[in-house]
């Protein structure tokens, strides 16, 4: 059980556009989803936090209007990396969270995105 | 500044010796986790400890959660190769899902 998976697994696109990432929670209802970017041999940072029918609530410093974030159910989020740069180029990983009292996240495979 | 600091940030062992991971803060959790990625995948998670003083082990691995609920450590028994990886530390505050990670420990276990 709990398993979170991502697609596109790698995106290469060129700048200026704009790309989405979807998260689903396969096999149990996610109430809160997390959005993280990773950079080479660094750690995990929290990009936002994601309620089923809320606004996504963002960490410091990340643009929300460059990364939309849409919980539409419960097993569903979507990041969309808008006007992408290169700077962007980074890997995605979404975890979800089954609440309850849960405490773990479980985290999908990742999303590598190279914007050219 | 990150909320737990782990150490070291790098480990290369010989098969079949012991290794310690830390992790450490001064802010109380409520609950701790320890993950290992593998390159170009998600994290996978190894143990949720949430009991000050707690002591879980998953076969050759034994995990602590300090009294205080302030700081864990990692020891690996005999380590093999299928070890190596990424070893990440991550806590949760009290009433809350959100993830604080530690900077990460890279295992490396030589045949």
């Known amino acids: 059980g709990a398993v979170v998976s991502q697609h596109p697994s790698w995106v290469i696109c060129k700048s200026g556009t704009s790309v989405k990432i979807e998260c689903r929670s396969l096999d149990f209802q996610a109430t809160t989803m997390f959005w993280y970017r990773q950079f080479p041999k660094q750690s995990l940072m929290l990009m936002a936090t994601?309620?089923?029918?809320?606004?996504?609530?963002?960490e410091q410093g990340v643009e929300k209007d460059k990364f939309l974030i849409n919980h539409a159910s419960l097993t569903l989020s979507t990041l969309t990396v808008t006007s992408a740069h290169p700077e962007d180029s980074s890997f995605y990983i979404c975890?979800?969270?089954?609440?309850?009292?849960?405490?773990?996240?479980?985290f999908g495979p990742g999303t590598r995105l190279t914007v050219t | 500044t990150q909320l737990l600091e782990q150490s070291p940030q790098f480990l290369s062992i010989q098969e079949g010796e012991n290794l310690t991971v830390y992790c450490n803060s001064s802010?109380?959790?409520?609950?701790l986790q320890w993950y290992r990625q593998e390159p170009g995948e998600g994290p996978v998670l190894l143990v949720t400890?949430?009991?000050?003083?707690e002591v879980k082990k998953l076969k050759r691995l034994t995990f602590q959660f300090g009294d205080a609920r302030k700081d864990s450590s990692l020891h690996i028994t005999a380590a093999q190769p299928g070890d190596t990886g990424l070893y990440l530390c991550?806590?949760?505050?009290?009433?809350?899902?959100?993830?604080?990670f530690g900077a990460g420990t890279t295992v490396t276990v030589r045949a």
């Open positions: 991550a806590g949760s505050p009290v009433n809350d899902y959100k993830l604080s």
């Open positions: 400890v949430v009991t000050g003083g």
């Open positions: 975890s979800a969270v089954s609440g309850q009292g849960a405490y773990e996240q479980y």
């Open positions: 994601s309620n089923e029918g809320s606004k996504a609530t963002y």
């Open positions: 802010s109380v959790f409520s609950s």
